[in-house]
């Protein structure tokens, strides 16, 4: 397991300097205490900084701005190493700000990546983008929240749902409905700081896995924000500002399952070559070689398509409608994977005690967030 994500064509040596950086993060920082931060409900804002201290937060951002210097590849790769972890599905989203980052990186101003970037990157900023509410999700149309100019400042009043660190948050980028100057509605999109008056973030929402992460829902009544914390400083920009960054997480989250597919495999061959029934042990049988071959196929088919995408990324030469097909095939195939492997653990695989029971729960969101199967089948349907 430990040279699993290794010896890929498309990673140069400093890629894979810096995943073993990360993967030695992981192994020595989160995965030892990932059972009391369950008990204690939530793990630390401290692992920011501590992963901030090590240089291994914002890889992809420039050095002027705080961050490493590399590219979109140091980026996923931290993504990949949550998948690797035996821990790391129970921090969900995790070490998660560099996709915000990316955003100032990307549409900011000036003063807004000088003053921001550094504080993502030394982690001391844990930040999310906020576009989910009630009524508005894959559909973005639905978003209520809304903010008006009021002299040097904005209103903000709204909601929002599904906020990943949430209790540790420290900045929220947050969409909103916004009325230009020519009196049409569009939408914005804000930095806005959780200590700010007005704010309120709800306990973590109760989900179905056990974890030492989660999410929470966030209140804005009559929250003021400086001008500058307008992204861009631009109005009429929020949706567009997002979109941008969807591509880039839904890549992420399909790099993520697919390692997290890998290290299922590599655990399930471990248990049942270590686990007797009838006098052999449960890889012994037939059908159990039959299956994990077949589950080992396909998650090589997965890989390739993951390494080919990554090459093109490289090249700017992938699309949104590519990065819905990859997150599609990945996540739809993990959600298989874990099935599979968590059978062949039998009960133990239902217990807390053992990691893949949270792989196979963290798995299912996967189809879910950051555009469902069904909304990314509309997406490739309609280029079709």
Not at 16 to 31: G, L
Not at 66 to 81: R, S
Not at 166 to 188: M, Q, Y
Not at 210 to 239: N, T
Request: glycine share 10%; net charge negative; proline share 3%.
């Amino acid at each position: 397991m430990t040279q699993l994500g290794f010896g890929r064509d498309v990673f140069r040596p400093d890629h894979d300097a810096y995943r073993e950086s990360m993967r030695r993060f992981f192994q020595r920082n989160i995965e030892p205490n990932v059972r009391q931060w369950e008990i204690d409900g939530f793990f630390p804002a401290e692992l920011f900084r501590e992963a901030g201290r090590a240089g291994l937060l914002c890889a992809a951002i420039p050095a002027e701005y705080g961050g490493a210097g590399g590219d979109v590849l140091h980026h996923l790769i931290l993504h990949e190493e949550h998948g690797y972890s035996v821990g790391g599905a129970a921090l969900e989203a995790g070490l998660t700000t560099d996709l915000t980052a990316t955003i100032i990186n990307d549409s900011g101003t000036e003063q807004q990546k000088r003053q921001w970037l550094p504080f993502f990157a030394s982690g001391e900023g844990i930040a999310e983008v906020g576009l989910t509410e009630p009524d508005a999700g894959s559909d973005a149309r639905g978003i209520k929240s809304f903010a008006r100019r009021d002299g040097d400042d904005y209103v903000i009043n709204g909601q929002k749902m599904w906020m990943s660190n949430g209790p540790i948050l420290t900045v929220l980028f947050t969409i909103t409905k916004i009325r230009l100057a020519d009196g049409r509605d569009s939408t914005a999109m804000f930095i806005v700081p959780m200590d700010s008056k007005g704010v309120t973030v709800s306990k973590p929402t109760e989900l179905m896995m056990k974890s030492c992460g989660g999410a929470s829902e966030v209140f804005f009544d009559d929250v003021r924000v400086p001008a500058r914390y307008l992204i861009g400083e631009v109005e009429g920009q929020g949706i567009k500002q997002a979109l941008k960054s969807i591509t880039l997480g839904r890549v992420a989250a399909a790099v993520r399952a697919v390692a997290a597919c890998e290290l299922a495999l590599a655990l399930t061959v471990d248990y049942a070559k270590g686990r007797k029934a009838f006098d052999q042990t449960v890889f012994d049988f037939q059908n159990t070689q039959f299956k994990l071959a077949t589950v080992a196929t396909e998650i090589a088919a997965a890989r390739a398509f993951v390494d080919a995408s990554l090459a093109r990324m490289e090249q700017g030469t992938f699309s949104a409608v590519d990065s819905a097909k990859l997150k599609l095939f990945c996540t739809e195939l993990e959600g298989r994977v874990m099935d599979e492997c968590l059978q062949f653990h039998g009960a133990a695989g239902y217990s807390n005690e053992y990691p893949i029971s949270k792989m196979y729960a963290f798995a299912r969101i996967h189809r879910i967030y950051i555009g469902t199967s069904e909304i990314l089948r509309t997406i490739i349907g309609r280029s079709l």
